[in-house]
Structures are given as C-alpha cells and as structure tokens.
C-alpha cells in the first residue's frame, strides 16, 4: 500500500520551532514536498525537494523554514523555526514519481497525499 505519513505537528509559541517528517511507504518518490491550508484559505505551497537535491519554497517561508531528505529511509522533513501566528494551519505532505531535477510547487503535481498534521502557532 502506497502512504505518506506526517508527524510532528503541534502547538508552539510565535518564535519556536517545529520538524515536521513524512515517511513514505509502497514505493519510492521522486519529488516530495509540503503544502499547508489554514481555516478559510487554499491550500499553499510551502516547500518541495527533489531526489537529487533541486529545492523550492515559498517566499513566505524563505530563510525560517529548511526542507530536506532521507532517501535511505524514503522520508523528508520540513525544519520550522521563527515560527508566526500565519504559519498556523494543516500541513500535508506530497509527493510525486516524475523524474525531474526541480520539484513541482502545484498541488496539481503530486499525485499522493498524506492526512495533515496541525500546527499551530500562538501569540
């Protein structure tokens, strides 16, 4: 069975940290990223990485959050430090089997999801 698994979500205060992880299981993903939707909103993109190290992220998140990957243990973090009360919301991971250097920043790009994991970020 093909899954992506989220942990490490949470609740934090503004100027903490969080790591995310996303374990994939079933089969062995090209791209992986993550994407975030808050109450009300769309869900966004936040930051992708691709199996030989091409990177993208939001404008929004450049230089507080760092994606990366364990290609050995098929799982990608998302590393959230000087976290604000706008980063609150779902997270949920992605990923992709297309074999490109650059990782996708469209939803309509990844084929498999996990379920979320919450964070949120208080005042």
């Known amino acids: 069975q093909v899954q992506l698994v989220e942990s490490g979500g949470g609740l934090v205060q503004a100027g903490g940290s969080l790591r995310l992880s996303c374990a994939a299981s079933?089969?062995?993903?090209?791209?992986m990223g993550w994407f975030r939707q808050a109450p009300g909103k769309e869900r966004e993109f936040v930051a992708a990485?691709?199996?030989?190290?091409?990177?993208k992220y939001a404008d929004s998140v450049k230089g507080r959050f760092t994606i990366s990957r364990d290609n050995a243990k098929n799982t990608a973090y998302l590393q959230m430090n000087s976290l604000l009360p706008v980063d609150t919301a779902s997270y949920y991971c992605?990923?992709?089997?297309?074999?490109?250097?650059?990782?996708?920043?469209?939803?309509?790009?990844?084929?498999?999801w996990g379920q979320g994991t919450q964070v949120t970020v208080s005042s």
């Open positions: 079933g089969r062995t993903f090209n791209n």
């Open positions: 990485i691709g199996r030989y190290g091409g990177l």
């Open positions: 992605a990923a992709d089997s297309r074999n490109t250097y650059w990782p996708g920043q469209s939803a309509q790009e990844y084929g498999t």
